[in-house]
Structures are given as C-alpha cells and as structure tokens.
C-alpha cells in the first residue's frame, strides 16, 4: 500500500513555477456559455477559450443507494476510504465473539471484473494470505474470502480473451471465488444480491462502472450518452460553442475506426494536450485538426509477479508483464522524490511481504476506535 503523498502533489506546486498560470481551489456554481462565464461559489470569471476536464466519478447504474455500501475508487478520499474499510474488516473479526460474524467481516466482495477489480481482489487476497496472516491472534486472516462479481462472460473484457483466461486462473489459484454472468442486482451493508446468488459479506467494495462527474450537468442542453458524458467532435469542442473544449474521461468520442476512445489516463492527457493546441491554432487563426487516438495499450496487475500486458498484437502475461507495469506506474508518478519513495517501497514489500500504509485514522460509530489500531510495517 502507498499513502497519497507518495502518488500526488499539490496542483500549487506543479505549476509554481508558470506566472502566467493561476490555482483556484472553489467551487463551480453554473456555466454560461452564451456569455462565457463560469461562477464559482466565490467569484465569477469570464472566459476567450474553456477546457472542462471534469472526468467521471463512480457509476451505480441508478442505484445510488449503494454507494454507501459499496464505496468507488476514483479520488484520494475513496481510496483511503477503501484501505480503512479492509482493514478494519480484519480489525472487527478480531474482536468478534461470534464465529458468524467473523466471517462475515472476513468476506469481501468485489463488484467489476475490469483491470480495477481485478487488482482489487488481488490485492485483498495477497493481503489477507501473506501480509496479515501474522498479526491477529483470534483469527486466520488465511481463510478470508474474496469473491470477484462479473456482469459479462469475461474478466478484462478488453483485453484478448487468452489474458481473460490467464487473470481467471491466476485468481482462482490466489483463492478468488469469480462469479461471471451473474449481475448485481441489490447491494445492502452486509449482502449482495446477485442474480444467481447471494453474497453475505461485511466489505463491499464498487469498480463496475462510471458516470459524468454531477458538475457537467450544469452546462445545460447539451448532447450526452447513457453514463452523461459529453457528446463531442473529432476536435473536441462542446457543440454549438467553438471556445469550449471538453478533454479527458467527460469527453464522449470515437476514433478514426469508430471505436469509442476509452476511459485511460494516457487518451485523458491526449486530449488535454490536443485541447491546448487547438485553441493555440484558433489563436493563430488556423482551422482546428480532428483529435487521433494513440493507443498505448492495457495493463493490469493480477498480484505479485503477475500481470498481463498487451500492446497492438503483442500480449505478454506473468513476471515481465508485472515489471512492465511497474515501471509505467513509476515513469507517470509525478516527482522524482516520489518515484524514488515508492520505487524503495515496492522494494521492501516484494522482499519482506509487507505492506508500509497500512495505518487505520478513523473512528467509526458504534464499532472500534479504529484510531488505534495503527497496524504499520
């Protein structure tokens, strides 16, 4: 585990050295476009050119009561909500009487057999088998259960269905329960409703889907897809409006082949960059260019030494696939200090099978002073 300093730094100091380049943290309230203008909770500011870069938040498929239940992983917050959920699962089974609710604290449930997921349950069950497996007296960290949900016939959907196959087995030997085909159709605080089956679990965990971010609801009429993100041209601009440019996951486009650009960081910095050049052009009084994909490939990690890579028509699983992600995660960390930081860290958990941000800070209601117990490596 890495704590969020060792991934993310200030937006104030990536740019502190571009004078021309101003670091608000606000609100927006609404976007008028006919007037170029976006109010903020504080101020208002008018506009020559726009670039929203919103992107998308978790997806419930309208169920947004279980979102309490089964948190996303999109931002920082959800990320070290997640962590403190899966460890004071172990906490809670620890200090349960009843052998019942042991296992039901011992249960984790993971909801999406996308390339999330998939390093999702991984993680879990690595952590449960080996990192844990040493620190509670009451319990068998060992025998916890990890089931994966899957709506459709495959994990990594995306990827080339023998990489599917390969994730599949790789889990299943890691001890995964994957349920494939079987869509969830209620999720409570300690159930999941499968359409086959029923889950009891005290650990839900929600990598299934996305959504626009609820912001880009506030630009008014303007074209969107079942998820809401924002129908645009091959140039990315907001239709009917040539000084507004929609970049990253918000942005709803196809390639030149007509397959829809997807949902990764290296098409979200694609378009950020293409967005800037094209406003530099309208500025230069050139016509706008289409926008051209660039396809780097799919990665994800299954567990230790394990992973599956593909680029075009090369597809490469196991040990090398596992240090290629890596080294991409650690070439797209930003900072030096950083890299360093979470290349040592990486270092010292593949040798000692331990894990450094495993500390738990929030108390919660009615159960254990979580704040105390701060399981550290």
């Excluded at 937006?11 to 006919?34: A, C, K």
């Excluded at 074209?223 to 140039?235: M, T, W």
Aim: net charge positive.
């Amino acid at each position: 585990g890495l704590s969020a300093a060792d991934i993310a730094q200030p937006l104030r100091h990536i740019f502190s050295g571009q004078s021309n380049l101003t670091t608000l943290m606000d609100e927006v309230v609404n976007f008028d476009l006919d007037a170029s203008k976006v109010h903020l909770r504080t101020q208002s500011l008018g506009y020559d050119y726009m670039v929203i870069a919103l992107g998308v938040t978790t997806g419930y498929f309208g169920n947004y009561q279980w979102a309490r239940f089964a948190p996303g992983l999109k931002t920082l917050d959800e990320a070290t909500e997640l962590r403190r959920r899966v460890l004071s699962a172990f906490e809670r089974a620890e200090l349960a009487n009843d052998p019942d609710e042991a296992s039901l604290w011992l249960t984790f449930v993971v909801v999406g057999g996308g390339p999330t997921g998939v390093e999702l349950a991984g993680a879990i069950a690595e952590l449960a088998q080996h990192v844990m497996a040493k620190d509670f007296r009451h319990i068998d960290s060992t025998k916890a259960e990890v089931h994966l949900i899957e709506a459709s016939p495959r994990l990594l959907s995306a990827f080339p269905e023998g990489q599917s196959e390969y994730a599949y087995k790789r889990l299943t030997r890691m001890g995964v329960k994957i349920h494939l085909n079987e869509p969830v159709t209620n999720v409570s605080a300690d159930e999941v409703t499968l359409s086959q089956s029923t889950i009891c679990s005290g650990t839900i965990l929600w990598a299934a889907g996305v959504e626009a971010n609820s912001v880009a609801s506030k630009l008014g009429q303007v074209p969107r897809d079942r998820a809401g993100r924002l129908e645009v041209g091959a140039d990315l601009m907001l239709p009917n409006f040539d000084n507004v440019f929609i970049a990253g996951d918000l942005a709803r486009l196809s390639d030149f082949k007509g397959k829809p650009v997807p949902c990764l960081a290296p098409a979200a910095t694609q378009m950020g960059r293409h967005a800037a050049k094209q406003i530099a052009r309208h500025l230069a009084g050139k016509p706008g260019a289409p926008f051209v994909y660039f396809d780097k490939g799919n990665m994800a990690t299954i567990g230790r030494s394990s992973a599956v890579a593909n680029y075009r028509k090369v597809s490469i699983n196991g040990y090398f696939a596992w240090v290629a992600w890596l080294g991409v995660h650690l070439v797209f960390l930003m900072g030096m200090r950083n890299r360093i930081s979470v290349f040592l860290n990486w270092v010292w958990s593949y040798l000692a099978w331990r894990q450094g941000a495993r500390i738990i800070t929030k108390k919660l209601p009615g159960r254990i002073d979580e704040s105390t117990t701060t399981n550290s490596a």
